[in-house]
């Protein structure tokens, strides 16, 4: 343990404890920003977490939140695409929502702005969950111990802004940010990262150029960019469904590389199973589309680099945040 300047105990690794002051946890992330109409507390947390995993909140009951988001998958769920009521299919592979309270937009499509908003979306969404929001609150409330946690925690019955309010508040409280690269890079342990993956990270961040969009510590830009995956992107544009700009074509969110052992298959659309797959669409420059980013080149990586790259992205995994999910 350090003693450090202004009285502060640190405790390994982010935690720091200071006289006088209740206990702070400081983040390479930065401090997670929660609406004014929204300020978290434990039993809203717990009433989100309720909410996140109850098949209830479908139409036949047979799906939840956590149907797509599986925790011990970093809240993907290892499919290309995802299954909601009755086996549907949807169209996007499922992103993970840790770290979801730092998302600057959220959705591929980087179109919404906030976590309370996307509630409702697969909700209501025919591949996914596929009920009104009238009748799933009617269902809801007749639950007698969600009807007196609206009462207790929000002093009102149990309706959107309970539901809505909740399941944002357990989102913003998935956090993980204690991968063996934070050690490395911002606790201050210069041997948690192996040779081969030290290399990766400079293959990563200097050789190539993956920082410019998956910049650290959060690893992604939260701009929508178009990385060259298709010619033609076929049904699905990307962020063109939202303004039909054709500047938007094929541009999708840029997601985060944290967990990315984890949160296969990739891309919006599942289609490449590996991070090897991902490793040669990259250095083969990807398609010509006329919205590929300029920053987007082929390159050559020998077979030790390639390991080295792929090594680095492993030491970006951090299940500390699976205390408290089964
Ligand atoms: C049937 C599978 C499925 C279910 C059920 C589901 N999701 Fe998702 N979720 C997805 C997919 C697929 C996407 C990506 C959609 C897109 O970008 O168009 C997504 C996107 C998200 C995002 C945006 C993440 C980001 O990086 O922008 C959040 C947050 C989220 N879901 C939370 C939830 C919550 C809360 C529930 C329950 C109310 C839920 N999901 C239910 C599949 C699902
Ligand atoms: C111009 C911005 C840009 C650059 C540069 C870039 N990426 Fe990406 N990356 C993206 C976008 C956008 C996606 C998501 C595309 C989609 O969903 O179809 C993505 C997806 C990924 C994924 C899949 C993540 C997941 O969960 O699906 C990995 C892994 C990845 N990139 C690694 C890299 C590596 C390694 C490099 C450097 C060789 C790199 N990226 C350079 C924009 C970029």
Not at 118 to 124: A, E, F, H, L, R
């Amino acid at each position: 343990m350090n003693i450090l300047k202004g009285g502060c105990i640190a405790i390994p690794l982010f935690l720091y404890q200071c006289r006088s002051v209740s206990p702070v946890t400081v983040s390479p992330l930065g401090a997670i920003i929660h609406p004014e109409a929204n300020k978290p507390s434990q039993d809203k947390i717990d009433l989100g977490r309720t909410l996140f995993f109850d098949t209830r909140l479908s139409a036949d009951n047979s799906i939840s939140c956590a149907s797509c988001h599986v925790p011990a998958f970093a809240f993907t769920d290892r499919k290309r695409v995802s299954n909601g009521v009755e086996g549907r299919m949807t169209t996007r592979n499922s992103p993970s929502i840790l770290n979801a309270g730092y998302l600057k937009s959220v959705m591929f499509d980087a179109h919404l702005e906030t976590l309370e908003m996307q509630v409702t979306v697969p909700i209501q969404e025919h591949v996914e969950m596929d009920i009104t929001v009238v009748s799933l609150l009617e269902r809801l409330r007749k639950i007698p111990e969600y009807q007196k946690a609206a009462k207790e925690i929000y002093d009102r019955d149990f309706d959107a802004w309970v539901l809505t309010r909740s399941i944002a508040a357990f989102e913003r409280s998935l956090i993980s940010d204690n991968s063996r690269f934070d050690q490395y890079m911002y606790g201050g342990d210069k041997s948690a990262l192996t040779k081969s993956e030290k290399a990766g990270w400079k293959i990563f961040s200097e050789d190539l150029y993956c920082i410019k969009c998956h910049p650290a510590p959060h690893f992604t830009t939260y701009q929508a960019e178009n990385n060259g995956l298709y010619m033609d992107y076929g049904e699905d544009k990307g962020r063109f469904r939202i303004n039909h700009d054709t500047l938007d074509m094929g541009r999708f969110k840029v997601p985060s590389l944290r967990n990315v052992e984890l949160t296969y298959p990739y891309m919006h659309d599942g289609s490449f199973s590996s991070l090897d797959d991902v490793i040669a669409h990259y250095s083969s420059g990807g398609e010509d589309h006329q919205n590929k980013s300029s920053i987007i080149k082929s390159f050559d990586l020998s077979e030790e680099e390639q390991i080295d790259l792929k090594n680095f992205l492993r030491a970006l995994t951090d299940t500390s945040y699976m205390t408290g999910f089964r």
